[in-house]
């Protein structure tokens, strides 16, 4: 195989690899749960308030939706 071929996959995977880490954490730091554990990975966190909670969905569809 090709340096180029090489370099293409480790690319790939790593984009990959890069997206399933960031949809992890921003499903915990969107989760109600006190006490998280993931694989290797646990804490005991404050749960946000319903006020902040709200306030981060509307500030992620404003994200989302430019013409706002």
């Not at 340096?3 to 992890?24: C, K, M, Q, Y």
């Not at 954490?25 to 005991?44: P, Q």
Request: proline letters at 1%.
């Amino acid at each position: 195989m090709e340096v180029a071929g090489v370099i293409a996959i480790l690319s790939v995977a790593g984009g990959v690899l890069t997206g399933l880490i960031t949809t992890v954490f921003h499903s915990m730091s969107l989760s109600r749960c006190k006490n998280i554990e993931c694989c290797c990975f646990s804490c005991d966190r404050e749960v946000l308030s319903e006020e902040t909670y709200r306030a981060e969905q509307v500030e992620a569809r404003e994200h989302e939706d430019p013409n706002n």
